[in-house]
Each structure stands twice: as C-alpha cells, then as structure tokens.
C-alpha cells in the first residue's frame, strides 16, 4: 500500500498491485504425479497378398494414359 | 548473463523434486516454438534469500554462482542468473522446477522480482512498446516507485542503465545458439543462431506471471524480427503500426517519445522523464481497471452496458496480443502443413 496525503485531506491508501480486469485468470493445470505411460507401439496393418498387383496394374494404367 | 554453471547441472540437482518437468526442459530446452525468440530469466530475491541456499550451495556456492554477477536489484539479496532456453514454456517449467526444489513460490510472489531477458537490443520507440505492451497485457496492474526500479548498474560508469522497465544489457556471456527464422512467407530459412553476437532487452516485470513471460516474449519477438528483418517482420510492423494507433486513439502517442530504455544517447539519460511517462500509464490503467469493474458492477446484463466507442485500452491490449499470437501461431502451423497461402 501507498500512503497518499494532501494537506487539508483525509490521508487514503492506494494500493500498488490490482488484478487487470481484462484478464481472465486461467485455472492452472495441476502437475502430474508420475510420466505419462508410454503408447504401445503400433504394429502395421497386414497387407493384402495380391498388393503388388494391384500397384502394377496402376503404373499399366498410367502409361496408357 | 553472468552464471558460472551449466543448466545441465542445475536441471540434475532439480531432478529430484520435479523428475516430469525437468525431463521435459531437458527434451526442449533449446527448442525454438513458432520462430518465438529465446528467454533467459534473473531471479531478484527481495528477502533474505534463505530459500535459495540449499540451490546456490549445491551448484557451487554462492561465491561461484551469485558474486560473480555485479547486477542486481539494489533491495535485494541476491540475483539468480538462469540460463536461456529455446521458449517462454520452456522457462516457466524451468521456473516451476526451482519453485518445486527451494518449496516457495517465484510467480506473483513480491518478494521475488523476475526480470526477462529477450536477445537483441530494441531502438527507444521499440523498447517503449516492449514496455506498454508489457504493462497493459500483464494480469496485475501494478504501481511503481523510482526505488523499485533501481539496480546496480543505475550510475554504472561504463554501462550506466538507469532506473528504467527495459535495460539493456552490459555486454555479458550470451549464447546466440538458438534458432532464427528469416525469409518471408514462403520462404523460411532457419539460421541455427541469433543474427548478433551480443545485446539483450530485458524488461523487469516485478512480482511477475507466466502470462507476463509469454507476453513479453512474444512482444519481444514481433519487434525484434522487425528490428533485424527476422521471418516476423511483417507482423511485428503491423503491430506496431497497430499499437501506435491504439495509443493514439486513448491520447496516449506521446508517451512512446519518453526514455523507456537507457541507450548510449545522453538524452535518454533523464529517468524522471521517463517516470513521469510511466506513472501517467498506470493512472490510465489504474482509473480503466475502476470503470471496468463499476460496469460489471452496474451492468451485469450486457445490454445494459452503454455503447461507447472504445471497449477500454486495457481490454484493447488483451485483443492485440491474443490477435497476433494468434496469427503467428495460426501461420507458423500452416507453413508447416506446406501450405503457405
């Protein structure tokens, strides 16, 4: 607090620090308490067994064109 | 920035209080978020710094660690000189792994000043915006006297700083090895390091925040990438353009001419000038705050708030930040994507 005084006046305390109206306070995250569990490791989808045909067939395609 | 240990050592010794957010400074520590710059960070103990005995020991003592460093907050009991990381997430963590370690809290806390450290110096005008900026965005209006911006260096003979929000640096260790983004628009070059050997511009914040540190931060990066022709040019441009018109429209312009930071000019050597820019920045501010809450007060419903042509500088500043954060972010993702329109 800051004690303001003028002469002839009731001294009044004006305060140094006030929240800024305009700010929304923003709830804060709590810590966590331990790592994260790591993520099981993804094992890729099972390809097709005729994919290499399907791919020759396109690239035939595509000199067609 | 004087400190005579690694931030390796220090993050070791905090390991043990906060293992989950040390590993991530660790990970991130020189990771540079949306080509923001680097944040270095000095922590002024106004009290008699036991807390930090415990911390500056285990480092090296306080021989080693505080003394060597001349600069400080002329109240206060020691300076503690953190070394910069890649982003203002990275220092709030870094700052929250120290308060988890000494048990007391360093944001919002009065007795502990925090002054940040952005890299390059700013030009007046820049520093002046840095300062307003810094001001009207904080979470906590606060009240200054001369004292409490005194530090060490006020009449330093070869570096004087005066008692000012922005100082500059007094040529000190710097580490330039962070990354910089140059080019524009579709072409973004990252340089591995800063584009200057030296120069930082710090802002003390008092009894700071973590919105301060990403205000300031990002504040720092707009005008410094329009200072030295970084990748954000454009954007700190227009934000000045914009922050200077906001100014004006509240008859505030004329605070920009006042000496915000002490440069080697001796006409901005007057510190009372510059007080008297301030303190009409936070009548302003303090007397905005009072009408914002009377409305809410008086006006609960909205359409009872009557029209006016302005929504408040404090609110104002608010929108300015969240508009270019924002965009710097928004354009930093799409660029990323690969698609630059």
Redesign the interface.
Known sequence: M?RAQQPGSQPID??????????V??QPVP??S??APQEPVKTPEKVPANWSAHLEVDSFRLQAC | MSYRYSLEDLLALLHSRAPTKVDAVALHRRRVEHGLLSVGLKIHCLGNGSQFSTLVEALGGAQKILDVNYYKDSRASLCLVLPPVGSARSAILLLECIEQFIGSALFSNPEIQIQACSPGRLIARRSAFLAIGFYLGSDTLRRYTLKDLTTSFVTHPHDPRGRRLVLYDAEGDFDRNFDWWKGSHKHRLVEPQLPFNNGRSDLLTGSGSRLDIENINLLATLLVHAQYEGYWKELGMQFEKEMGTLLEQHLLAGLVDAPWVRTDDAENGDDDRFFAALQELVAYAFEEAVRIKERDRFFWKWRDIPARPSHGILQEVQSLLQKYRGELVKRSRLFDQGDCT
Do not use: D, G, H, K
């Open positions: 800051i004006i305060p140094e620090t006030i929240p800024n109206p305009a700010v306070p923003v810590a966590p331990r790592p």
